[in-house]
């Protein structure tokens, strides 16, 4: 079982930063991908960044792309994401995802566990 504490969210001005937290706990975080995502209020939950623990092998949606950032501390078992110069398009309930692979993959459906979320409003 993986058990996936989130934190971080809050609101901030357009062009604004913030760092998102994901904490996790359990016995298969050795093997494993972490996986941001965020959903918009009647939109589906989309895929933003992923990491994986053994390797550290990173994916960014196209979107995101040298803006965003993820890193993971695994001493810790957290993983960051750092978000620079926000959009207010960006508003949404984030969420980090856990799977049991080597591999990242940016598909939602694929995730076996999932924290609560943490809100991000970007407005001015």
């Known amino acids: 079982q993986v058990r996936l504490v989130e934190s971080g969210g809050g609101l901030v001005q357009p062009g604004g930063s913030l760092r998102l937290s994901c904490a996790a706990s359990?016995?298969?975080?050795?093997?494993?991908?972490i996986g941001w995502f965020r959903q918009a209020p009647g939109k589906e939950r989309e895929g933003v960044s992923c990491?994986?623990?053994?390797?550290?092998?990173?994916y960014y949606a196209e979107s995101v792309k040298g803006r965003f950032s993820i890193s993971r501390d695994n001493a810790k078992n957290t993983v960051y994401l750092q978000m620079n110069s926000l959009k207010p398009e960006e508003t949404a309930v984030y969420y980090c995802?856990?799977?049991?692979?080597?591999?990242?993959?940016?598909?939602?459906?694929?995730?076996?566990?999932w924290g609560q979320g943490t809100k991000v409003t970007v407005s001015s």
């Open positions: 995802g856990a799977l049991e692979s080597t591999l990242c993959v940016p598909d939602p459906a694929a995730y076996d566990y």
């Open positions: 990491i994986t623990t053994t390797y550290g092998n990173t």
């Open positions: 359990g016995s298969t975080l050795d093997f494993s991908a």
